[in-house]
């Protein structure tokens, strides 16, 4: 597909910079994330991230929500507008952001154009599922930032500690077998119509995320006009 034609991206513009990756559990979204945000110099704003870190806390309420995230399933949609209208409200996100897992259903989609965002462009990480299955039994991530790696596709420098914090890498607990393809279930059922939703208002594009690292996020930087 001519990815310029079909969303009438004209690179001579700036790039786009409010941007939404899309894509299955385990597509890759986290470490695209980063390379996008490095590009753009934009903040990543990760609903995974967030939840991850104020499960730390532990009160009733947290200890309820990672009940949602060990059985694979989604929070209650009010709870993630909530927290994600007061992150796109701060001042680090003004001048551009990449939504990584968010939004997950046309509710959340919706709730998003009600508050005053206009987004850019949207991401789609295409993946067979028997692939990302694979792929996942692999995949850890740091216990101190939530940097993703994979232990034969994006390794660390030092096994299993961080690049980044020196934090030690964890197995993520909805990384388990049957939770992975709950999620897949939920991705299919909930998520992907959002792709029909967004391909109407013409800012939808998808990029494979079959190959390794480098080739996505090469693929990933051309869509925004990064070569
Ligand atoms: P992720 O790191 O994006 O794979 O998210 C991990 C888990 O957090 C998901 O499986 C959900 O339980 C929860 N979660 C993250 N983002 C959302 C969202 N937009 N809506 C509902 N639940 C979410």
Known sequence: MNLSQSINLDHTKKSPRKIILFGAPGAGKGTQTKEICN????????TGDMIR???KNSTPFEQKMSLYIKAGKLLPDAIIIDLIKERLLTQDCKNGFVLDGFPRT?????????MDVKIDLVISLEIKDSLIIKRMSGRR??????????IVYNKPKVENICDVCGGRL????????????QRLEVYHSLTEPLKDFYRKKRILVSVTAEGDVVETTSLVLKTIGID
Do not use: F, T, W
């Open 39 to 46: 590009a753009l110099s934009v903040h990543a704003v990760s």
């Open 53 to 55: 870190q104020s499960l």
């Open 141 to 150: 991530v740091c216990s101190i930032c939530g940097m993703p790696y994979h």
């Open 106 to 114: 046309i509710s959340q989609a919706k709730a998003l154009e009600n």
């Open 170 to 181: 964890i197995k993520r607990v909805d990384d388990g077998l049957s939770v992975i393809k």
